[in-house]
């Protein structure tokens, strides 16, 4: 393997980082899905935020991206336009530049980005890393797949602006108080996905406190009503045995923490004595504790 890759494939993490120099590293990553909103500025936006959070949830800085697209034949020029001029807006927002990409015919419109950062090589955020006694921190709310799936107007509106909000100013956030274990951002496998990843990596219990998370507009009642996305149960099969629901606690919180987010919040780990230095941009939800590695939420 190259030495100068300092994070691939084995581990995986948020994305790739590859050192450059001594003092400069590479943050390369790819994003891309289908429309999840109706309107083609709010999808452009969207995607670049979800795009460019890998990167800052590496601890990057976002310098470079290229737009990754497909589109029908005969779908709308405007419509194309306001997904681009969206991007490129929320990109520069970032701090980079939109520097090119590549288009295709596609029965079903797809967008994203490839999206280029760079670190310090010694100043990497990873998944792993959390210690016991470390506070658990979350930089946006969650409920976006089951609040544009079963949301009022008004509700998915809240949980569109949030999903178009960058990442960038959580993730300066924690790079200048150091102290910070590990970092993840929260998007297609839910907190309980990668809330696991991080605790598994960390051979830690994460403990999370119902009555903390923050949730969009709705959330709760949409969740108590039954709504479901198809990501949910994927989630379940894939790390339901790591997540345990404390006896008395509201069932739609469960359901909350296995709803597919799309451009979702940094989830940290941070050491205490920091918190008070993070709370504009993060809400405390938990803390990793002795036990069994895995997620309970109480």
């Known amino acids: 393997m190259d030495p100068a890759l300092i ?3 084995a581990p995986f993490d948020d994305a790739a980082v ?23 500025a709010d999808f452009g936006a969207i995607a670049a935020a979800n795009a460019c959070s890998d990167v800052f949830a590496m601890g990057g800085r976002v310098v470079m991206a290229i737009n990754v697209a497909a589109f029908p034949e005969h779908f709308p020029r405007e419509a194309i336009v306001a997904i681009f001029d969206a991007a490129a807006a929320v990109v520069a927002e970032a701090g980079g530049t939109i520097a090119g990409g590549h288009t295709i015919r596609n029965p079903e419109p797809i967008f994203g980005l490839a999206v280029q950062g760079v670190v310090h090589p010694d100043r ?18 969650l409920g976006t797949g089951i609040v544009l799936a079963g949301g009022d107007e008004t509700q998915k509106a809240g949980a569109i602006a949030g999903m178009r909000r960058l990442n960038r ?32 990596r960390s051979q830690g219990a994460f403990r999370i406190e119902s009555s903390l998370l923050p949730l969009y507009p709705g959330a709760r009642e949409i969740a ?29 919180f469960d359901t909350v923490a296995f709803d597919p987010q799309t451009s979702g919040g940094l989830l940290a780990a941070v050491a205490p004595r920091h918190v008070d230095e993070l709370r504009g941009e993060f809400t405390v939800i938990g803390e990793v504790v002795d036990g069994e590695r895995g997620l309970h939420i109480v």
């Open 124 to 141: 990497v955020f990873t998944k792993g890393g959390a210690r016991v006694g470390d506070v658990l921190m979350l930089s946006k709310p």
């Open 169 to 200: 100013a959580a993730s300066e956030a924690l790079i200048g108080v150091g102290g910070v274990r590990a970092v993840t951002d929260v998007t297609g496998y839910a907190l309980a996905g990668h809330g696991w990843e991080m605790a598994e």
């Open 224 to 252: 108590a009503r039954g709504v479901r996305t198809g990501g949910d149960a994927r989630n379940r099969t894939a790390v339901g045995s790591h997540v345990r629901l404390a006896d008395g606690v509201d069932p739609a």
């Open 18 to 40: 590859y050192r450059v120099s001594d003092d400069v590293a590479l943050v390369s990553t790819t994003d891309f899905f289908p429309p999840l909103v109706d309107d083609a």
């Open 7 to 9: 994070i691939g494939l």
